[in-house]
């Protein structure tokens, strides 16, 4: 394999990961908010706001990755032209 298959191999490594840690952060997030809003109805107003600003964060995180395999994939500082 060529230097340039395993850089495609990471791209897609970091966006795949990236993506499926980023759905079961928001979807266990998700879960515990609506179990929160069920047992405490009068905090559903805090919580939701709280839930919206991390659901936020962790699809940064998620954005960041996608942003290092593009620079990877596009302008690999690895690999001499």
Request: some cysteine; hydrophobic content about 60%; proline content about 2%.
């Amino acid at each position: 394999m060529t230097d340039i298959s395993f850089v495609a191999l990471a791209c897609g490594l970091i966006i795949g990961l990236g993506a499926i840690g980023a759905c079961i952060g928001i979807a266990l997030m998700g879960g515990k908010y609506l179990e929160a809003s069920a047992r405490q109805p009068e905090l559903m107003n805090t919580l939701q706001t709280k839930m919206f600003l991390l659901a936020g964060l962790i699809d940064a995180a998620f954005l960041i990755g996608v942003g290092i395999a593009m620079l990877f994939a596009f302008a690999n500082p690895f690999i001499a032209k």
